[in-house]
Structure formats: structure tokens, C-alpha cells
């Protein structure tokens, strides 16, 4: 036997030495406002299900429509048989709802970026990408052959200082940033990254996992938000977070949907998404379309829990969107303060190295249209208990 197990037993009690070892979180029921966390009732303030779509009964109903027309799985990667009129159906009402020429679906925000950053880069090319992005657009970007250089986080002067060196060295350059970010909830400064994209002939590429649906009208996204329709070259979107269900798209041009669909790896060799999930993803769609009323609620969520929790005096960061880190510091004492608050009834999972840098330790809470304003209240409240119990208030 080879020592691969025991080394990896090593690994595991380094963990637990350090206090950052866990276990799944298991969850009975649908993922709502209040649940059942491993046999406790809690309010959860740690999904993406911005919009509370997850457990709505016009996708399920949808959902389970296209079960009945199609089955429950496509059968086959889009490019031999698994490409289904309904796959068609959504991509061009996303083009529509995102107000762009052409969309790509793929099976999850992450193959977005594993599969669209390497099709349309190639050797002789940069990439210069935000030091604060994603993690799968740094897996993304480790997959193409073109050359990296990393910018200071939405320092628009570092990002010149970086063009100005190296743009004339490069055939093609695609600047690439998160639209929101995720654990700080803080804007990309996209107005002024398309200006210095334009400036320096250069593509721009922005990962939009947490403005879809959140940001822009009726959650149409960070580019809607900021007005920059036609300008930023590829618009990552996900369907997997305010839209409730799976999925990623990439919103383009016609012509690099067409490229995508030849060299997005993901589209070529993985089974395309199943019809349930795309009659889902449809609905949730045409609700965005008739309404602005879940994005409403969200925002005034935000706001009201907010500034109930700046009025206590935690540390929120720089957040901008739903998102609310609130920062304790310490890595064992985030996952303490975490653990606490799940035995008062609210689940805020912790956030800690390496998701964030060592000594930004965070709970981060994701207020979502699902909750009403009493169980806001009594987060808040646990919030201070806990806050003052634990010596961070």
C-alpha cells in the first residue's frame, strides 16, 4: 500500500490542529429563509438563493413540466445529441433578458470560466485579471496558454500601470474581473476598466456570478447596472444563485458564441444541463422579465439589515450589494463565533484562509427577498448577544 492515505491522514489532523477542520452542513428540506440544519431549525443567512427561486412553486411546476415533455437527463453532450429545443429556447431568451447579441449556456458558472477563458486566448496573448477574483477564474485563466499578469484589486491605476508595460508586447489582451466580489460584496469599477480596455485595445471579460440577478434592472447584471451594453466583450452570468437552479451562460457576440461552441471544452465533453433544470431556469427568467418586484425585496432586505448591524457597530467591510461580510479576524474565533450563533438559531457559515486572506476571518451573511423583516430582527438580535458574549462588540 502507498503512503498516499497516511499522508492525507496527516493533512486532515493539521486541520483539526488548526481549528478549521469541518463537516458538511446537512440540510432537510428546501433551501428557504429558515430550515432544518442537522436536525435544528435556523434562519439561513448563508445561501446564494438571492431571490428565494430555489423553492418556488412556478419553477418547480416548470421543472416538473419538462420532466414530462423530456426526461430527465439530455442524454448526450449538445454537440451530438443532447442539444434539445429548450437548450435553444433559453439561450435566447437569456440573450434577450441580458439585452446582448448571443448567449452560451454551460452546466455551471465554474465551466464558464474553466471553458470560455482558454477558447478565446491563445499563445501571444495576456491576461490581466483582478488579484481578488474568483477562484474558478484563476483556474480558468491556469488553463489557457496565453501569459498572466495580475492587477492590485480594482486599483484602475495598477491596471494602466500594467497596460502601458506590457500591452504592446501581446497580439490580444483580455482583462478579466468579477463583477461583484463575492466575500467583500464590493462593485468591480467597470466603467473605468472598459474606458482603459478601450483605450488600450483590449477585450474585457467579467464574471457576474453575484451581480445576476441582483445588480442591474430586474437583476439583468452589473453591465445593465452600470449601462456598458456593447462594450464589455463577454459577461459571465450564473443560474445557479438568484436564479435558484444550475447552470452558467456567457453573454457575447454571435461570433464567440459560435467560437464557444467549438472550443468551449465543457460544451464538447460534458453532458449539456437537464431538462428539468433548463424549464426551471426558462420560468425564473420570464419572472425577471414581468416584474422588478423579487429585486426590490432584496435590496430593501439589504438595506434594513445593514444598517441594523452597522447601528451595533460590527464590521461590515466596503459591501456594496446583499452580501454583508461581517469581519471578526481571527481564523478560530470566525468559525467559534460561526458555531455560536448556530446554536442560537442562525446559520452564517465562516469564512476563512485560504478563501480570504489570513487574518480577515468573516461570517458572511447573504440576506436574500425570502426573509421577512421579524426574522432580520431576530438575527440582528443573536448577532448582539453573541457580539457581546464572545468580547468582538
Not at 484602475?156 to 508586447?169: F, P
Not at 438568484?242 to 467549438?262: D, M, P, T
Not at 446583499?322 to 438559531?345: C, D, H, Q, W, Y
Request: glycine share 10%.
Amino acid at each position: 500500500m502507498s503512503n498516499g492515505p497516511t499522508y492525507l491522514e496527516k493533512k486532515i489532523q493539521e486541520l483539526k490542529d488548526e481549528g478549521v477542520y469541518r463537516k458538511l452542513p446537512v440540510l432537510e428540506g428546501p433551501n428557504e429563509a429558515e430550515v432544518i440544519l442537522d436536525g435544528k431549525k435556523v434562519i439561513n443567512l448563508s445561501s446564494n438563493n438571492y431571490l428565494g427561486f430555489a423553492n418556488h412553486p412556478r419553477l418547480k411546476n416548470a421543472a416538473i413540466e419538462a420532466v414530462k415533455k423530456y426526461g430527465v437527463g439530455s442524454g448526450a453532450v449538445r454537440t451530438i445529441i443532447g442539444n434539445m429545443d429548450i437548450h435553444e429556447e433559453l439561450e435566447e431568451k437569456l440573450a434577450k433578458f441580458k439585452r446582448e447579441e448571443a448567449v452560451m449556456v454551460f452546466q455551471s458558472g465554474f465551466n464558464c470560466n474553466a471553458g470560455a477563458i482558454q477558447a478565446i486566448t491563445e499563445k501571444g496573448d495576456l491576461i490581466i485579471s483582478d488579484e481578488l477574483n474568483h477562484a474558478s477564474i484563476i483556474d480558468g485563466v491556469k488553463l489557457s496558454k496565453a501569459d498572466k499578469a495580475i492587477f492590485k484589486h480594482s486599483d484602475m491605476k495598477d491596471l494602466e500601470r500594467v497596460l502601458k508595460e506590457k500591452r504592446d508586447n501581446y497580439e490580444n489582451v483580455l482583462i478579466i474581473t468579477d463583477g461583484v466580489f463575492s466575500m467583500d460584496g464590493d462593485v468591480a469599477k467597470l466603467p473605468e476598466i472598459v474606458e482603459l480596455a478601450e483605450k488600450y485595445n483590449a477585450m474585457t471579460y467579467v464574471d457576474d456570478a453575484h451581480g445576476s440577478g441582483v445588480l442591474g434592472e430586474s437583476g439583468r447584471g452589473t453591465v445593465d447596472h452600470f449601462n456598458l451594453h456593447g462594450r464589455v466583450d463577454f459577461s459571465i452570468g450564473t443560474l445557479s444563485k438568484a436564479i435558484g437552479v444550475i447552470g452558467g451562460y456567457v453573454a457575447c457576440s454571435k461570433a464567440a458564441q459560435e467560437w464557444l461552441n467549438h472550443r468551449g471544452r465543457p460544451i464538447l465533453f460534458s453532458t449539456s444541463l437537464p431538462p428539468a433544470a433548463v424549464g426551471a431556469i426558462i420560468e425564473a427568467v420570464d419572472m425577471l422579465m414581468e416584474t422588478t418586484e423579487f429585486t426590490d425585496k432584496l435590496w430593501d432586505n439589504a438595506k434594513y439589515f445593514k444598517e441594523k448591524l452597522g447601528k451595533l457597530g460590527f464590521d461590515t467591510g466596503h459591501s456594496e450589494t446583499p452580501i454583508t461580510p461581517v469581519i471578526i479576524g481571527e481564523e478560530a474565533k470566525s468559525m467559534e463565533f460561526s458555531n455560536r450563533l448556530k446554536e442560537e438559531g442562525v446559520f452564517v457559515s465562516p469564512i476563512v484562509f485560504p478563501t480570504v486572506p489570513k487574518g480577515t476571518g468573516r461570517v458572511r451573511c447573504m440576506v436574500t427577498a425570502g426573509h421577512s423583516k421579524e426574522q432580520l430582527d431576530r438575527v440582528v438580535d443573536t448577532f448582539e448577544k453573541v457580539g457581546k458574549e464572545m468580547g468582538i462588540l
